[in-house]
């Protein structure tokens, strides 16, 4: 993938790459290197460490796929091998990453929208000596898990954040669509929504998997109640099917979403979205690759015990235009 520009939370992170790069003399291509790593994970010499990546992120979804690239651009720029797999049922997460540390990685990423499926495996990790860095989900209990660090948006401020700008639109009552069950996450976005909106929202279950059924789901719901004003939906795929299940009722309720795609440019371009809360997710990526090959080659933390957010951010009519570029690369 072409490089593209960097945010500069990466550059400040690969400014500190630098003066261990130097004095490690490592090669991009996994040559010798003319001094020890540091040796604070699994032992990998610096120029030749293997990094696991495991989400549970879903095959072909855009968010995720953008986090991919992330990592493996970052895998790219620094000569490391990074090995990213992905599961959506939590306990074959578990299981990749009970496979990567049979395997001697160097280094895990792993995102926990279920923390307590993923404990024992996070856990047995960090007893084996290999460093771990969680993404996106479960923050809150890295730190207890054994994770050096965590690289993510916190949910309940970026809710707070969507809910207080679907108050300065005039939204009073919201409908929060929760697409996947038990993903603490996304019960944190609807709460911080109330919080921001300053009234509870209402939330919905739907199947992410099932599109056709979420949009029939929500024109019921739009239908049931007339005074619904604003639908916050917390994935990019299911914000286009919000947008048609509004037509379907024949509802005035503005829609807002979390996290981009080209369908979520599109329609804040055309005025169909109102705005969406971008995560910036290529930085999800990215960064735990830094981070942990700071770590392996010289005991380097980053956060100082507290999370690197990397959100929220609003893309609306003012900025989307700009945004729409880098997305197409890829990278947003």
């Known amino acids: 993938m072409a490089p593209t520009p960097r945010s500069s939370a990466v550059a400040l992170l690969l400014m500190g790459v630098t003066a261990p790069l130097v004095l490690a003399a490592c090669t991009t291509d996994g040559g010798e290197s003319g001094a020890d790593g540091a040796g604070g994970g699994g032992g990998g010499a610096a120029g030749d460490l293997t990094l696991s990546v495991i989400t549970h992120g879903s095959a072909g979804d855009a ?12 895998g790219e720029d620094l000569g490391i091998s990074v090995d990213y797999q992905s599961d959506g049922d939590p306990q074959r997460q ?28 996070v856990e ?4 084996e000596g290999i460093p771990v860095v969680t993404i996106n989900s479960g923050g809150e209990r890295s730190a207890e898990f054994g994770a050096i660090g965590h690289v993510g948006q916190d949910e309940t401020i970026a809710g ?12 009073a009552n919201v409908l929060c669509v929760v697409h996947e069950a038990g993903n603490i996450g996304l019960e944190q976005r609807c709460s911080g929504a109330s919080e921001g909106l300053g009234r509870e929202v209402t939330p919905l279950q739907v199947d992410v998997n099932d599109l056709q059924g979420a949009q029939s789901t929500i024109t019921s ?36 979403t979390f996290d981009l795609n080209e369908d979520v440019i599109r329609g804040i371009q055309d005025g169909d979205i109102a705005f969406a809360v971008d995560q910036q997710q290529y930085e999800q990526g990215y960064l735990p690759i830094v981070m942990l090959k700071l770590y392996v080659e010289n005991l380097n933390t980053v956060g100082g015990g507290q999370p690197v957010l990397t959100g929220p951010g ?8 700009e945004i729409a570029d880098l997305a197409s690369a890829g990278t947003r």
Do not use: K
């Open 63 to 74: 968010f995720w796929d953008v986090v991919q690239n992330g990592a493996e651009a970052a």
């Open 94 to 121: 578990a299981q990749l990453i009970d496979a990567a540390v049979n395997q001697g990685v160097d280094g895990i990423v792993v995102s926990m929208a279920n923390p307590d499926a993923l404990q024992d495996s």
């Open 124 to 127: 047995a990790a960090v007893e």
């Open 160 to 171: 707070q954040g969507a809910g207080r700008q679907l108050a300065a639109d005039g939204a």
């Open 221 to 256: 719901q739009l239908q049931s109640d007339p005074t619904i004003d604003a639908v916050l939906t917390l994935n990019s795929a299911v914000a286009a099917v919000a947008v048609a299940a509004t037509g379907d009722a024949g509802s005035e309720a503005q829609v807002a």
């Open 314 to 321: 609003i893309v609306d009519a003012s900025n989307v235009d």
